[in-house]
């Protein structure tokens, strides 16, 4: 079994987001709060062995337009530095809305803005992750 690690990368935070073992559906792990390059990848790293994650899904901060902005480009220099240490297939995701979305998801939950500021990067990742997942073709053993 595989497993698929979605994340959310920001220059604050990193949320985080792991697949179920037949990569149907995402879970958040944790939000990363970024100190260095050096204290962010020892972070991954734990959590790529711990779940035995064989695939990285990193969203992609697009503009509206279809371009790539500044954000995009540390994002992308951000992967590089992952699939440098890693050695793991990387896969973009267009990450347009999705902070929005999970914005409005835990609004409508009721959750408080301090318990959103802490938990809304993880809900982003995990709707990149998915967003991945609903897309992948998967083969059904019968």
């Not at 064989?54 to 902005?69: C, R």
């Not at 803005?113 to 802490?118: G, L, Q």
Request: aromatic share 4%; charged share 30%.
């Amino acid at each position: 079994m595989k497993r698929i690690l979605g994340l959310d990368v920001g220059d604050k935070t990193i949320g985080v987001a792991v697949s179920d073992p037949l990569c149907l559906t995402a879970q958040g792990v944790k939000t990363i709060k970024r100190k260095s390059i050096k204290s962010d990848l020892n972070e991954l790293e734990e959590i790529i062995n711990n779940y035995g994650v064989n695939e990285i899904v990193i969203g992609l901060p697009k503009n509206m337009n279809n371009s790539l902005g500044p954000q995009s480009e540390k994002v992308i220099k951000f992967a590089e530095r992952v699939k440098e240490r890693f050695k793991i297939n990387i896969v973009f995701e267009d990450e347009r809305l999705t902070t929005v979305i999970a914005e409005k998801a835990l609004i409508n939950a009721d959750v408080s803005r301090k318990k959103r500021k802490n938990v809304i990067d993880k809900l982003a990742a995990v709707f990149i992750l998915q967003s991945y997942l609903d897309k992948i073709d998967r083969k059904v053993i019968k």
